[in-house]
T-cell receptor, first 112, second 114 residues
Framework: AQSVAQPEDQVNVAEGNPLTVKCTYS??????LFWYVQYPNRGLQFLLK??????LVKGSYGFEAEFNKSQTSFHLKKPSALVSDSALYFC??????????FGAGTTVTVRA | ETGVTQTPRHLVMGMTNKKSLKCEQH?????MYWYKQSAKKPLELMFV???????ENNSVPSRFSPECPNSSHLFLHLHTLQPEDSALYLC?????????????FGAGTRLSVL
């Protein structure tokens, strides 16, 4: 069975500082990994995904994520956070069927 | 927006009511999904339809009944719900061609069961 863990319920950073949201996964076989963001009263929006190839994946709004197979991690990063990045972030993993397994989410608050 | 539209956005119902949630996707996708989102919990996959056939049913109580009349529309029929069913219900769609397919989500229906 596949699963995702987001060890931090909340991440607080100052605007302009680096932002990291952690994710570890468990899956049989090669993982397909995703990050989504949810703003208040909205559905989930796709940010980026890892399928294969380069371990550093670049996505929307200046976000990137690094796939680390040995640590089974897929941490989301942004070099310089904005107040508008404040939202709920979900990591998800998929293994060869329709099912996406999501983490419980990490609330990011960027203070001005 | 994402091309997935859900109605209504908010719904309040009593435990004896019958209501339906509607989802429509304008992306030409061949798979549609219902998820339940509760606070501080991972999204729970409820149902998956691929090419209008149900391919996944995650032990969801029978008081939730999905319907997929065509590849663009998905319904979730609700009856005799319980207060613990109050949550945000999200619809998603994808084009299933392999494992890396992106699911696109609607804005959700916020359901309150009194």
């Amino acid at each position: 069975a596949q699963s995702v863990a987001q060890p931090e319920d909340q991440v607080n950073v100052a605007e302009g500082n680096p932002l990291t949201v952690k994710c570890t996964y468990s899956v049989s076989g090669n993982p397909y990994l995703f990050w989504y963001v949810q703003y208040p009263n909205r559905g989930l929006q796709f940010l980026l995904k890892y399928i294969t190839g380069d371990n550093l994946v670049k996505g929307s709004y200046g976000f990137e994520a690094e796939f680390n197979k040995s640590q089974t991690s897929f941490h989301l990063k942004k070099p310089s956070a904005l107040v508008s990045d404040s939202a709920l972030y979900f990591c998800a993993v998929r293994a060869n069927d329709y099912k996406l397994s999501f983490g419980a989410g990490t609330t990011v608050t960027v203070r001005a | 927006e994402t091309g997935v539209t859900q109605t209504p956005r908010h719904l309040v119902m009593g435990m004896t009511n019958k209501k339906s949630l509607k989802c429509e996707q304008h992306l030409g996708h061949n798979a549609m999904y219902w998820y339940k989102q509760s606070a501080k919990k991972p999204l729970e996959l409820m149902f998956v339809y691929s090419l209008e056939e149900r391919v996944e049913n995650n032990s969801v109580p029978s008081r939730f009944s999905p319907e997929c009349p065509n590849s663009s529309h998905l319904f979730l029929h609700l009856h005799t719900l319980q207060p613990e069913d109050s949550a945000l219900y999200l619809c998603a769609s994808s084009q299933e061609t392999g494992g890396g397919n992106i699911q696109y989500f609607g804005a959700g229906t916020r359901l309150s069961v009194l």
